[in-house]
């Protein structure tokens, strides 16, 4: 059966993700469409032959982009600043931002929660430094408070069955990692830092799509999202470090030492409110922002494969081993590059347009791959060499999961992408390949913060 109002909304998502269109624009766009089909309805016609005849003349998002960018060019730049917000009403605007404000107090104290009730009982107190429970627990002061806003903008999108597992999951997640203990030499409470950000990351996903997550394409929207949101974030991040240094200077200047007071206070809420600002302005922004992503993913895909393919080159001349045991951080460094090098990838997917003509950006980002899968393929053999020298670790077992992962997951984009290459077969394998390799990161990301502590007995 023909779902009209699901059809239009797939338009307008695409509009959005394929044109140089504000929400403005797209909804009288949407208006306009509505009008033809009125007209068609006259003469007739079904809701399916109606609406496939008034998209035929309305046109293509990228002619409407085009269009729209030669006429409205002058208000390009004052749409993407905060308070020129001209998609969303004023008094819409100022409650969002009072909702993230409160979204961000409540984010400090839960952060400071524990510090301030270290001496009321046992759940509290730990032998562990201090900094070792806040990084394991870090996320939590962050993702459920995005997941919260998610649900803030979009409760029209996620059903109940959708709410109770976000509830339910992140209430349990929570209990986990708060409640577990942590031995010396605290290797897999540093595991769990490192991979629960990603677990909850996918977890607010679902609030961010609500029902609409088993579809590949909205899962492809929350990837390109999830890209620009680090942009955004970034970005903040540079200004707080840069205002924190200047108030700091400016104070000790008129013999005022607010240092530590500005540290563990302003600075703390400042740095929970960046996730949240950053969330929201992509989100509003995002007819403007996504433009972005091509010129990013095109900027840095050769600089990465000219990068590893100088580092292999060295390697080899310097006939260096990356499984010798005082070559450990040559390992970490790899492995670093590697996932760096596995989200640019999916960055660059995602910003693809699917139905472009085969360009020579594809040659280089199919080069990325290749070298990425090269380099992958010589640290699980060192991973593997370390392990039969020196048995199994927290973190060895950690590095060589990751490293099978990434290579399949390589292994898969550079098949689906020669195939595209060369015989012309769909984008869409492609990107179903990646986007469904989510839910495999994910389920591994879980099993590193929550099943590694029990096993290596929270040391």
Same mark, same amino acid.
């Given at each position: 059966?023909?779902?009209?109002?699901?059809?239009? &909304?797939?338009?307008? +998502?695409?509009?959005?993700?394929?044109?140089?269109?504000?929400? %403005?624009?797209?909804?009288?766009?949407?208006?306009?469409?509505?009008?033809?089909? +009125?007209?068609?309805?006259?003469?007739?016609?079904?809701?399916?032959?109606?609406?496939? =005849?008034?998209?035929?003349?309305?046109?293509?998002?990228?002619?409407?982009?085009?269009?729209?960018?030669?006429?409205?060019?002058?208000?390009?730049?004052?749409?993407? /600043?905060?308070?020129?917000? $001209? *998609?969303?009403?004023?008094?819409?605007?100022?409650? *969002?931002?009072?909702?993230?404000?409160?979204?961000?107090?409540?984010?400090?104290?839960?952060?400071?929660?524990? +510090?301030?009730?270290?001496?009321?009982?046992?759940?509290?107190?730990?032998?562990?430094?201090?900094?070792?429970?806040? &990084?394991?627990?870090?996320?939590?002061?962050?993702?459920?408070?995005?997941?919260?806003?998610?649900?803030?903008?979009?409760? *029209?999108?996620?059903?109940?069955?959708?709410?109770?597992?976000?509830?339910?999951?992140?209430?349990?997640?929570?209990?986990?990692?708060?409640?577990?203990?942590?031995?010396?030499?605290?290797?897999?409470?540093?595991?769990?830092?490192?991979?629960?950000?990603?677990?909850?990351?996918?977890?607010?996903?679902?609030?961010?799509?609500?029902?609409?997550?088993?579809?590949?394409?909205?899962?492809?929207?929350? #990837?390109?999202?999830?890209?620009?949101?680090? #942009?955004?974030?970034?970005?903040?991040?540079?200004?707080?470090?840069?205002? /924190?240094?200047?108030? #700091?200077?400016?104070?000790?200047?008129?013999?005022?030492?607010?240092?530590?007071?500005?540290?563990?206070?302003?600075?703390?809420?400042?740095?929970?409110?960046?996730?949240?600002?950053?969330?929201?302005?992509?989100?509003?922004?995002?007819?403007?922002?996504?433009?972005?992503?091509?010129?990013?993913?095109?900027?840095?895909?050769?600089?990465?494969?000219?990068?590893?393919?100088?580092?292999? =080159?060295?390697?080899?001349?310097?006939? =260096?081993?990356?499984?010798?045991?005082?070559?450990?951080?040559?390992?970490?460094?790899?492995?670093?590059?590697?996932?760096?090098?596995?989200?640019?990838?999916?960055?660059?997917?995602?910003?693809?347009?699917?139905?472009?003509?085969?360009?020579?950006? *594809?040659?280089?980002?199919?080069?990325?791959?290749?070298?990425?899968? =090269?380099?992958?393929?010589?640290?699980?053999?060192?991973?593997?060499?370390?392990?039969?020298?020196?048995?199994? /670790?927290? %973190?060895?077992?950690?590095?060589?999961?990751? %490293?099978?992962?990434?290579?399949?997951?390589?292994?898969? $984009?550079?098949?689906?992408?020669?195939?595209?290459?060369?015989?012309?077969?769909?984008?869409?394998?492609?990107?179903?390949?990646?986007? %469904?390799?989510?839910?495999? #990161?994910?389920?591994?990301?879980?099993?590193?913060?929550? $099943?590694?502590?029990?096993?290596?007995?929270?040391?």
């Amino acid at each position: 059966m023909f779902d009209l109002e699901s059809k239009i &909304q797939k338009w307008t +998502d695409y509009l959005r993700t394929n044109g140089k269109l504000s929400n %403005n624009s797209i909804s009288e766009l949407e208006v306009h469409l509505r009008d033809e089909m +009125d007209q068609l309805y006259q003469k007739g016609l079904t809701d399916e032959e109606a609406f496939l =005849i008034g998209i035929k003349r309305i046109g293509l998002a990228e002619d409407l982009g085009m269009e729209f960018e030669k006429v409205n060019r002058q208000f390009l730049w004052k749409d993407l /600043t905060f308070y020129e917000n $001209l *998609d969303q009403p004023q008094k819409q605007v100022l409650q *969002d931002v009072f909702v993230l404000i409160g979204l961000s107090v409540i984010a400090f104290f839960l952060a400071k929660l524990p +510090d301030w009730l270290a001496g009321y009982g046992p759940l509290f107190r730990s032998e562990a430094p201090q900094s070792y429970f806040y &990084q394991k627990t870090l996320s939590f002061y962050v993702f459920p408070l995005i997941t919260l806003f998610f649900w803030y903008k979009k409760r *029209d999108v996620v059903s109940i069955k959708y709410h109770l597992i976000i509830l339910i999951t992140t209430l349990f997640s929570a209990l986990t990692i708060f409640l577990m203990p942590m031995y010396k030499p605290y290797h897999t409470p540093v595991l769990t830092a490192i991979h629960l950000p990603i677990f909850l990351w996918i977890i607010s996903g679902l609030g961010y799509a609500g029902d609409q997550w088993k579809n590949k394409e909205t899962r492809m929207n929350f #990837i390109r999202f999830s890209g620009e949101v680090f #942009i955004y974030g970034t970005l903040l991040l540079c200004g707080v470090f840069v205002l /924190t240094g200047l108030t #700091i200077l400016l104070f000790k200047q008129i013999k005022w030492d607010i240092e530590n007071f500005y540290l563990d206070n302003i600075w703390l809420l400042i740095f929970f409110s960046v996730p949240l600002f950053s969330v929201y302005l992509v989100e509003a922004k995002k007819s403007i922002v996504e433009n972005i992503a091509p010129i990013l993913a095109r900027f840095f895909s050769p600089l990465f494969s000219l990068t590893m393919l100088f580092f292999l =080159i060295i390697m080899v001349f310097q006939k =260096i081993d990356p499984a010798a045991s005082e070559n450990r951080n040559f390992l970490i460094s790899f492995n670093f590059l590697l996932i760096m090098v596995a989200g640019l990838v999916t960055y660059i997917i995602s910003a693809r347009r699917s139905k472009g003509q085969i360009i020579v950006f *594809d040659y280089i980002n199919l080069s990325l791959i290749l070298l990425a899968g =090269i380099i992958d393929s010589i640290v699980l053999i060192a991973l593997l060499r370390r392990i039969s020298q020196f048995g199994f /670790t927290a %973190n060895r077992l950690a590095a060589l999961g990751e %490293n099978i992962l990434l290579f399949i997951d390589l292994g898969g $984009l550079f098949f689906y992408y020669c195939r595209f290459i060369y015989s012309k077969k769909g984008f869409t394998r492609l990107e179903s390949w990646q986007t %469904n390799f989510i839910n495999v #990161i994910v389920i591994w990301c879980g099993i590193v913060a929550f $099943l590694f502590p029990l096993f290596f007995q929270f040391k």
